[in-house]
Structure formats: C-alpha cells, structure tokens
C-alpha cells in the first residue's frame, strides 16, 4: 500500500494513492486516525481496515487537487547512517565503517514534497544527498537482526541535505548541527509498505537537480542493510512506530564533485527510488 498524508478543505487526513487517485482513510472509516504515527501504530489492523477502504472504491480524490505533505511530520526520532556506501566510502577517501556511523535530525527539519529547501545565510556549502528511508512499524528495544525486518513498516525517500562547512570543519566536526537546519528533512511523497518492495536492498536511487541526473546507483551498495541497522540502533535506543532512519546517500554529492556543485536558490531537487516514488523540492534562500 502507498500511505500518503494530505491537506483537503483545511483538513488533514491520511490517504491510500491508488493510480491517480487517493482514497481518504479517515473518512472511509472513521475508526482510523488522522495522524500517520497513529495508522502505524495500529500495525495490522489499521492495514485491514485501509485495505477494505481501497476495496469499497469510495471516498477517492483526485491527487492533483490534494496538498501532499510529509508522511510523517512528528516522529519521535529521525535517525541517519553516514557512509553506508560501499560506492560513495570510495568517493569520500574513505575505507567503509566497520559499524554504522550514526547522527541524527530534529524533526524541525521534516518537509514534504513541493515544499521549499530553505537555505540558511549561516552557510556557504548546502550539499544534497538523496536516501533511502525506513519508516519502524512495530517498536521495540534490542531487536535481533533475525526479526528485524517485522519490525519495518515501509519505506519513503529522503533528502538528507547538508551543510558541509558545518559538518565538516567546524570545531570537532558539527554532524548534527550541520545536518538539521530548518527544512534539511524533506520526505516523500508516500511511504509504500514493505510487502509492496520487491526488495529495499536492490532498488535503483538517483537525484537529479535542475534535470541533471548527478547520484546515480543501487541500494545494493548499502553497506549496513535495514535489518542490520533496525538491530543496531535498538541496542540504544527504543524504536517506536513512525520513527524514521535515513539509510544513507550513493556517491555523486556535491562536495565530492570537481569543482563542487552546492544547492542555490532557484534549483530543484528531484530524489527518486524505483518502486517507491520521486520526491520534488524546490530550492530557496532565507528570507524568500
């Protein structure tokens, strides 16, 4: 199933894309909340009571007249993998991870498709980096990599923007900070639900800005794949539905380019992943 949330009449509802259409979850059964986290955590009944809803053929929408946003706007935790490449390690000089190098976002910084990336005046270097993203079901705490996967609810696609001046020479390297300014999250535009992803570890990825396709590969590439990192990060931290884990960029990003190639106003951003979707942002400065 693709699960979108979207704005319709000032109301924000949870959705089911069909074709050209979205079925309005809430309002074909109006057990169903209106929050994303909420038809999550719900796990299998929410799924039947959605698939029912899809079935009846009611309630369906035009998508073009319908405001797409973030799938999920409030996660508890959006947590990020950093190098999880084998191709984008070799392109940074850098010999893979022995175990995933972890960050994270606020959710301050969560956008949904055709919403602007807003470019701080606080940095010169505004990278792109398009991402695979789980999207946690079922919560837990030290999940075994065995039943990790029943754990995952879907996936979405995600555009890890960055600020490399921050994250890369600021005194002690400022990961988190350089990675989660206002806007640095866009999500979308639907998270299909894993038994609809013939296989989240071989899915083409690319990004385009401007119509030029520069990040290119295969979530075959990933390093650490999503039941390593559910496993990993739960030795932590305990996950909770709707909680979101940006897997990682493939090479191509702009401060590896020659000469480097950083987002401006008036750019747009294209992130697309095969069986999941394409995540259009356009690209803005502060104070636009």
Known sequence: MRLTTFEHNETTSIGALVGDEI????AADKTLPACMIGFIAGGAASLEAAGKAVES????LPAGDLTIKAPVSNPEKVLCVGLNYADHAKESGMEPPPEPVMFSKFTSAIIGPGETIVLPEESEEPDYEVELVIVIGEGGRHISEADAMDHVFGYTVGHDVSARDWQLRKPGGQWLMGKTFDT???IGPAIVTSDEISDPHNLGIRLRLNGETLQNSNTSQLIFKSEELVAYISQVVTL??????FTGTPPGVGFARKPPVFLKPGDTAECEIDEIGTLSNPVGASGQ
């Open 184 to 186: 640095f999250a866009p």
């Open 23 to 26: 079925v309005d979850l809430c």
């Open 57 to 60: 053929g009611e309630h369906r």
């Open 240 to 245: 909770r539905p709707g909680d979101l884990i």
